[in-house]
Every structure is written in structure tokens, then in C-alpha cells.
């Protein structure tokens, strides 16, 4: 797909697919395109051009809303929450897949507890500290029983207990045959959870591989290097 706007050519001619169960790391400098590649594929931009398919299905023009119970989940570099809402509260207004309130009620109390929020389920999201509100939207994702999850910088700022939760939950996902596009500032992080990186610059692909080969790319050492430093 492309999207430009105005004279920016966010995104140009990108193509990729994730799989089941495959944690595709996408790195780049700031600006290189990633965010509004998230973007698009959950509904919130519109490609200028290209398609988004979900197991064969065209999903361009499609809400985010509806996107979500498709089961693409995603999370934001800022989470968003309902702040005059308690956490339970934001949870049962989610999109999930469970249409009866009372089955959403069950799906929240569960995954409070797997994201260790079962205490806070009473309080209001604005009592939430930072890394508590991103405990949150690990939630919500988990609400739409997710096929794919995109993660947009879910560490940066992260304290390296509730980082290894995160981590800890993004495996369990995997094992689930959930699909993972992660974009993360740090290479050794997304190397270590990725099986296979793609590297973004200027709105293109620059490079794609595995871990190993993206490590040894030239062209993304001078990427890197040239502008990032
Ligand atoms: N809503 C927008 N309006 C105008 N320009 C945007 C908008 N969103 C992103 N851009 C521009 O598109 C380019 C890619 O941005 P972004 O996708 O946020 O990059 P990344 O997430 O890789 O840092 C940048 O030049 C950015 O300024
Ligand atoms: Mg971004």
C-alpha cells in the first residue's frame, strides 16, 4: 500500500504478511513510515492505494471498530483509555467478540487477572500510573480474542518488571497462533522476539530477513548510522 500526505510519501509501495503465530519485527528511524503503516492496516488511515487482506478478505475502508472484531488488535506509542471510566468499565466497553455483557464481564475479570489489574478493576483509569494504563490496553487486546496484534513501541518508557510482562504475554499470544507486527526502537529487543525484521525507511521496505541477515545488512547500518546518529 501508499499513503502521502501532502508532499510526504508516508508510506510507498510497502508490502508484507504476517502469519499466524509469527512475530515480524518492524524497526526504523523516526518518521521512516512505521506508525502510519499500523494505521492503515487497523482502520485509521485510508491507503491512498494497495489492499489489506485479512485471511483473503479486503479490509481497506473497513472501521477501526469493525477491524477490532475482525481480531486486529493494537496498541498506541500513548496508550488511550476512558479516563472517567473505571478499568473494568473501559474493558466492558471495548470492542470484544463476546456480544452478551455478561460474558464481556467474565472476558474482562480474566484478563485483568492475566495482565495482574484484578486490584485495580474498581479504580478509575485516570488513577492509572503509565505503565499501568499500557497493562490496560494489553487488556483490551486481549477482550478481542486477537488473531493479529500490532504493538507500536510498547516498551519505550517501560519499567523492566512490567517489560517483562509484556514479553511474557506477547509469547503467550504467539503460542495462541496470534499474528505480531512489533515495532520497537531497540534492535536487541526486537531481534530477540522477532523471527523475522523488516526495516522501514523514507515510507519503503529497505530490508527483510531474519534477525542474523538483517544484522549483517550493510544498507541498515547505514541507515541507522546516517540519520539516527
Ligand atoms: N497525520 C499525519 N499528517 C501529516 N503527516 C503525517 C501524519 N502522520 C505521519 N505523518 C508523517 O509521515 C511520516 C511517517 O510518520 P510515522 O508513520 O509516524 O513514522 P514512524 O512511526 O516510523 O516514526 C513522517 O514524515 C510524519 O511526519
Ligand atoms: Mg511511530
Not at 549483517?216 to 541507522?224: G, I, L
Amino acid at each position: 500500500m501508499s499513503k502521502r500526505f501532502g508532499a510526504i510519501q508516508a508510506l510507498q509501495e510497502v508490502s508484507l504478511n504476517i502469519q499466524p503465530g509469527e512475530a515480524v519485527g518492524l524497526m526504523g528511524v523516526n518518521g521512516a513510515g512505521k506508525s502510519t503503516l499500523l494505521n492503515c492496516i487497523c482502520g485509521l488511515m485510508k491507503p491512498d492505494s494497495g489492499a489489506i487482506e485479512l485471511d483473503g478478505k479486503d479490509i481497506v475502508g473497513v472501521s477501526p471498530h469493525r477491524v477490532s472484531m475482525m481480531g486486529v488488535g493494537r496498541t498506541f506509542q500513548v496508550p488511550r483509555s476512558f479516563r472517567g471510566l473505571t478499568v473494568l468499565e473501559n474493558l466492558i466497553v471495548a470492542p470484544s467478540r463476546e456480544a452478551d455483557r455478561e460474558a464481556r464481564a467474565d472476558r474482562a475479570h480474566e484478563a485483568l487477572k492475566r495482565v495482574k489489574l484484578d486490584r485495580l478493576a474498581s479504580n478509575y483509569a485516570w488513577e492509572l500510573s503509565g505503565g499501568q494504563q499500557k497493562l490496560l490496553e494489553l487488556a483490551r487486546l486481549i477482550m478481542i480474542w486477537p488473531n493479529v496484534v500490532l504493538f507500536d513501541e510498547p516498551f519505550a518508557g517501560m519499567h523492566s518488571d512490567l517489560c517483562r510482562m509484556f514479553i511474557d504475554e506477547l509469547k503467550e499470544m504467539l503460542q495462541q497462533r496470534v499474528g505480531i507486527l512489533l515495532v520497537c526502537h531497540d534492535p536487541g529487543t526486537l531481534y530477540r522476539l522477532s523471527s523475522r525484521i523488516i526495516v522501514m525507511h523514507e515510507g519503503g521496505i529497505l530490508a527483510e530477513g531474519s534477525p542474523d541477515q538483517i544484522k549483517a545488512d550493510p544498507k541498515v547500518v547505514d541507515a541507522y548510522l546516517g540519520t539516527a546518529h
